[in-house]
């Protein structure tokens, strides 16, 4: 899948990938897995989408963003947005696909492989418009018997499929009993928890 001679840009849509590994029942080690596109391309950018709750006291996944941020990843976040829906309940939500677009539309006619983390079917027309531009496409997902994240169309769409699975060796983070926040080293973090950026977040009726 990995030629050290192209051109390669990854995208990584956060909270699919999150879902996905712990369906799985891993956890990411995202220095690793920055480390394998490194060794064994021309890494051009590494780009990791996600939706931040900054109302929140405490946002759970602060600490990986902030981490990703220092250690070569670009970071593209959002703001959740919140509204009242017909039936009076308050609603949170936000997405990061179009922003995920437009930055591959723009790098695909200037690398050679892209790399999309998502099983996410509502990309299979952006896919194809990346391989118009020259660029070979590779879905990282997982088929996994009951775990199963990727859209068929999407799987079809991609140059070449890679089960997320087959890299667990390469990319998993070893688990610890120590209380989150509580690292070794300044290359420690914690996302074990997580939401989905893509679903509605409903609280009690305000009526």
């Not at 017909?86 to 949170?92: A, E, F, L």
């Not at 679903?199 to 009526?207: A, G, I, Q, S």
Request: proline letters at 1%; glycine letters at 6%; zero cysteines.
């Amino acid at each position: 899948m990995l030629k050290t001679n192209e051109k390669t840009a990854i995208f990584i849509d956060g909270a699919n990938l999150y879902a996905t590994a712990r369906g799985l029942d891993f956890d990411i080690d995202y220095k690793k897995l920055l480390a394998m596109f490194r060794d064994g391309t021309n890494l051009v950018r590494a780009y990791y989408y996600t939706v931040l709750f900054e109302d929140q006291d405490y946002s759970p996944i602060r600490p990986l963003v902030d981490w990703l941020d220092y250690n070569g990843y670009t970071m593209i976040t959002k703001l959740a947005k919140d509204f009242t829906d017909t039936n009076g309940r308050r609603r949170i939500r936000n997405s990061i696909d179009v922003d995920l677009a437009v930055d591959m539309l723009e790098i695909a006619d200037r690398v050679d492989h892209i790399v999309l983390f998502s099983g996410d079917g509502g990309y299979r027309r952006l896919i194809e418009a990346a391989q118009r531009r020259g660029a070979r496409v590779t879905v990282i997902s997982t088929m996994a018997n009951n775990t199963a994240t990727i859209a068929d169309e999407l799987r079809r769409q991609a140059d070449s499929f890679l089960d997320l699975n087959s890299l667990r060796d390469k990319i998993a983070r070893a688990r610890s009993n120590r209380p989150s926040g509580q690292g070794d080293n300044d290359d420690d973090y914690d996302d074990d928890e997580y939401y989905d950026d893509d679903d509605f977040v409903e609280d009690e009726d305000t009526n």
